[in-house]
């Protein structure tokens, strides 16, 4: 069964229509959406050409279970970098605050008005000593979200206060002179 990518344009969205992930497309809908039911996003960017993309694709977003764990959750929102590079570009700085690095695919969890509350790249089906699976982050967030939204929501703001400070230049408190 088709999800809402089935009459996109981007072939990296089309490569996503057949997952039982009930994908939305970068909009003002999915927000609405999220906002309507409450619940935070889950927004996966990534491109076509991208070989990690492609295994967390089949690895997950293919997988029934865990999209019934997402789409229970979450607005899943899928975002090509390619036809989005605004949206890529604001959502990996707060992937490399948040967590030091970044690429693709990424994953972002955001509240419904967009601000991102957690963020990573690649997440494996099995966790390992270096990180956790992509349902176990699924699962904890999702909890989050329903037991403390409240501290998702702070911390949300943090990010964004700390992401504008870091993106604003300094401003001289005078104009420079030479010396005289």
Request: net charge negative; glycine share 6%.
């Amino acid at each position: 069964m088709p999800n809402r990518l089935a009459d996109a344009t981007s072939p990296y969205l089309l490569q996503h229509a057949g997952n039982p992930v009930d994908w939305w497309p970068w909009g003002a809908d999915a927000l609405a959406e999220a906002e309507r039911r409450g619940v935070p996003l889950l927004i996966s960017i990534g491109y076509s050409a991208c070989h990690w993309c492609h295994v967390m694709a089949h690895e997950s977003f293919e997988d029934a279970d865990v999209a019934a764990l997402v789409n229970a959750h979450f607005v899943p929102v899928k975002v090509d970098r390619e036809e989005h590079p605004d949206v890529d570009a604001v959502y990996m700085r707060a992937t490399q605050a948040l967590t030091g690095q970044g690429g693709w695919p990424m994953t972002v969890f955001a509240t419904p008005q967009g601000r991102p509350f957690f963020a990573g790249t690649y997440f494996p089906p099995e966790a390992t000593a270096a990180q956790p699976s992509f349902t176990q982050v699924v699962t904890a967030l999702a909890e989050a979200w329903d037991e403390r939204r409240d501290e998702v929501l702070a911390s949300a703001d943090g990010i964004v206060e700390q992401l504008g400070a870091i993106n604003t230049l300094p401003v001289a408190d005078a104009a420079p002179t030479c010396g005289r």
